[in-house]
């Protein structure tokens, strides 16, 4: 029996340009890439393929120096146009121009009865050769899955709380046969369940509510309710040791499809969201799709920022990006690069969100407003002095000053001690959007992370 | 505007690395970013949006929560003037009286501190934090009304130095500045700051007949073996000022004091401001006014003879300064204890603290001031089991 967990703290940040459930007609996108700055804990990934080199969905691009074994694939067919390389040569990214038809690689195709009884290593092989292992993420640390390790458990997260998520429910509409494949697949390598992770509004989607062979567990609450470093810390926590893995619901119906149809489908539903976007709805492309065509007449305004993900967690990818390998949503704000006239002391206006009702930020009366929020930072960087609001945002049974100070001190007893191994950025970054005194939480976070990952 | 942003963008370079003031950019960037928030914008990485609270706003809303105090301070000022020396005064003379006192020794601490402040960021190289717009005004509201002023710049340039700047400036100091100021022209200057100082009389003045300083405080410590307090208090002043130290004159905060700590009243504004914003610690508040009233009520049943101790508990809420330091000096987030559940046993060890001083210890009449600098050192060893028993949960959970 899964559990039902209901969580009292945390905030949703409500913001304008929320997608329309409907599907836009553009044409595919031209470019697709992939960027191993996408993943972590990879160490000198090294591409094998050259610039001109022709490639079909599910051929490998890129493998790191230390997992030789995980096969970073082409997400469609097409041919390579680039591989960047930043300083030390380090690589960036591979960028492939799409054919207009995309063309599988075939890997081998089980019938349900024969995935029953198929053997680990061989959905192992399956997975790391074609690209759907990226999709597993280990915890602690937040790197891709170690194929050698058994997790004691691993952790789907069926919704989504941050701002402007797209809805679970429409995204994987009808994939209810994929995605209980991908689950009886994964069930296989770890020693202990796979738990589904659902809200407990979302009965409407029976993609995750109807799966068997999964703990179901319902939460509610606000974000980061949906972050799966929230859910593992209430229904299986991570102790000193411990590995669990987490996955995406399409990285699920990727493995699904694997087994089921013998290709690497890399197709997505990705949402435009924003309120600088004049249509925000949703579009069918690929992962690590170029932004260009789905913002193409689009736009409001042009001084905007275009983030792949959320506006928590993101990242700035500017007007010609690509979409990131986990991201199935882009948002569109305004830019923030202006001074404000006595700007920290005017009474709010409409563009003024807070979780703090300090003087003159009033956006607690209206609760359900939606704000139209650009990224300028709204103060300086100062040193810590507010107390007691990190722990308001953060449902979990960690102190975030307590871990964030130990990870400044670079005490890395400490930082176990306190929990380093039940969070990873996306987790805390209520905590850095509500700090008074502005720090990256986020980035510091990562640092200790790597700091105790390499001890 | 335009033209102050244009004059701002137009000195910029000189205080950037490579102009000729580089020096001074950190006092420069003070200026600028109280002049206008700064255009700056989210990494590319992390948040991309901000909350749109930062530190100075944080800070001027504790200023806005004391504004009740202040104001009321200096009508009181007036008030007590009045009443010691048996004329009556108009409400705009009171509050004349108190604006005279009261606003050089406010541009006396502001001056001095956000001076050393300007000198401190320049020499170590660090920005210029808003700390001490909230520290510049406590410590004038702790100040008895005819201070000196050079005490004021003496003690405020004490607690700016060696409270804060040498633990490394805001955030990182141990106890409470204001407090520290305050703390120093007790040890330093006793017989300025005690006994019958809280009533400013004027130059030449002289008292009505009968008219006695002493504070409640002073009143109740000094009540005889088997006598009431209350009776004392009611008694008090009857010749001059007949009901001054009533429960609800002591409530209502006319009676003599430090210029803003007299009235529970305007504290508890304050401390409902502080609240609904989010911005103090309401269970520090809820603690320290808990602890003292039940340590008042133990006191209650083990006093026997001594008329301190049978004091109604209720009075030590409404007597000497322990709202004002509940509100205001207690919830100092950097001294305080940092953990949620640390925060109520802070709270609650003031306030019973509190209560202890000024009823056991002849030599300090008024104890919220020690009872809060005592535990500023023991908010880390509080914090310090709360942040032990969050590990032991994980450790024992790692081991089930």
Not at chain 2, 22 to 34: L, N, P
Request: with cysteine.
């Amino acid at each position: 029996m899964g559990k039902n967990i209901r969580l009292s703290k945390g905030f949703d940040i409500n913001l304008a340009g929320k997608a329309a459930p409907k599907i836009a007609d553009v044409e595919l996108a031209e470019t697709f890439v992939v960027k191993p700055t996408d993943f972590h804990g990879l160490y000198m990934p090294k591409p094998v393929v050259t610039e001109g080199d022709t490639v079909k969905a599910g051929t490998p691009l890129f493998h790191a120096k230390n997992h030789e074994d995980i096969q970073f694939t082409s997400p469609v067919s097409g041919e390579v146009v680039e591989v960047k390389r930043g300083e030390k040569r380090k690589l960036l990214e591979i960028k492939i121009l799409a054919d207009r038809q995309v063309e599988h690689v075939n890997f081998k195709k089980y019938s349900l009865s024969e995935m029953a009884s198929l053997p680990v290593a061989e959905i192992k092989e399956q997975m790391l050769k074609s690209g759907v292992w990226a999709n597993l993420v280990h915890r602690p640390f937040g790197i891709v899955a170690e194929p050698t390790v058994v997790p004691k458990s691993i952790h789907i997260s069926g919704f989504d709380t941050a701002p402007l998520a797209p809805d679970y429910s429409f995204l994987f509409r009808a994939q209810d046969q994929f995605f209980q494949a991908g689950v009886d697949v994964l069930k296989k390598l770890t020693s202990g369940a796979v738990h589904v992770n659902i809200h407990t509004q979302s009965d409407l989607s029976t993609v995750f509510s109807q799966v068997k062979g999964a703990e179901v567990n319902k939460f509610t609450g606000k974000h980061p309710a949906g972050c799966v470093g929230v859910q593992i810390h209430h229904v299986d926590p991570i102790n000193k040791g411990d590995v669990v893995w987490t996955i995406s619901p399409l990285g699920v119906i990727q493995v699904g499809k694997l087994f089921l149809q013998g290709i690497y489908d890399a197709s997505r539903l990705v949402a435009v969201t924003g309120s600088e976007v004049k249509n925000p709805q949703y579009y069918r492309t690929y992962t690590g799709a170029s932004v260009k065509k789905f913002l193409s007449n689009n736009l409001k305004q042009e001084n905007v920022r275009v983030i792949s993900g959320n506006v928590l967690t993101g990242a700035s990818i500017g007007k010609d990006g690509h979409l990131g390998f986990f991201d199935n949503q882009l948002t569109v704000i305004p830019e923030g690069d202006y001074h404000e006239f006595l700007g920290w002391i005017t009474p709010s206006n409409k563009s003024k969100l807070s979780f703090h009702r300090a003087f003159g930020l009033l956006s607690f009366l209206t609760p359900s407003k939606e704000y139209v929020l650009d990224s300028n930072t709204h103060g300086e960087e100062r040193a810590f002095v507010q107390t007691g609001v990190f722990e308001q945002v953060l449902p979990m049974d960690v102190l975030p000053t307590q871990l964030l100070k130990s990870i400044l001190a670079e005490d890395i007893d400490e930082m176990e001690a306190l929990g380093i191994y039940e969070v990873i950025e996306e987790d805390l970054a209520l905590c850095e959007f509500v700090d008074v005194s502005k720090h990256n939480v986020q980035e510091i976070l990562r640092d200790g992370i790597e700091l105790v990952r390499n001890s | 505007m335009k033209f102050l942003r244009k004059t701002l963008d137009g000195v910029k370079p000189n205080f950037e690395k490579g102009g000729k003031w580089e020096k001074m950019y950190f006092a420069f960037e003070a200026i600028e970013t109280f002049l206008f928030a700064p255009n700056t914008t989210t990494a590319a990485k992390g948040v991309q949006v901000r909350d749109a609270v930062d530190l100075k706003r944080l800070m001027m809303t504790v200023i806005i929560a004391m504004v009740p105090c202040l104001l009321f301070g200096m009508w009181n000022i007036g008030h007590q003037h009045f009443l010691a020396i048996g004329q009556t005064g108009t409400l705009g003379e009171k509050f004349w009286i108190g604006i005279v006192q009261t606003l050089p020794i406010i541009v006396v601490s502001y001056g001095v501190g956000l001076g050393i402040e300007f000198v401190f960021a320049t020499i170590r190289r660090h920005p210029v934090n808003e700390g001490f717009l909230v520290t510049g005004m406590l410590i004038p509201l702790v100040m008895p009304p005819d201070v000196p002023l050079w005490q004021v710049a003496v003690a405020t340039a004490f607690a700016v130095v060696i409270g804060k700047e040498a633990f490394g400036g805001t955030g990182m100091n141990v106890v409470n500045i204001a407090l520290t100021a305050r703390a120093f022209l007790y040890f330093a200057y006793p017989t300025d700051i005690s006994g019958e100082v809280w009533t400013y009389l004027g130059e030449g003045a002289t008292a009505v007949a009968g008219y006695s300083g002493a504070t409640p405080l002073a009143v109740a410590a000094a009540a005889a073996k088997g006598t009431q307090v209350v009776n004392e208090f009611n008694s008090f002043g009857s010749t001059w000022a007949p009901g001054i130290y009533s429960f609800q004159s002591l409530f209502l905060g006319t009676q003599p004091g430090s210029i803003g700590e007299t009235s529970t009243l305007m504290c508890l504004i304050g401390a409902l401001i502080l609240i609904v914003t989010g911005t103090g610690s309401w269970k520090i508040i809820v603690g320290v006014f808990g602890g003292a009233y039940g340590m008042g009520l133990l006191l209650n049943i083990l006093a026997g003879n001594n008329a301190f101790m049978a004091m109604p508990a209720y009075y030590h809420l409404v007597i000497g300064g322990l709202a004002f330091g509940a509100v205001f000096m207690a919830t100092d987030p950097v001294t305080a204890a940092q953990t949620e559940t640390g925060k109520w046993f802070y709270g609650i060890l003031i306030g019973m603290f509190t209560v202890l001083i000024r009823v056991f210890n002849p030599a300090y009449p008024e104890g919220i001031m020690l009872a809060i600098l005592l535990m500023n050192v023991f908010a880390p060893l509080i914090d310090y089991f709360v942040v032990s028993a969050n590990k032991n949960r994980r450790l024992k959970r790692a081991t089930v």
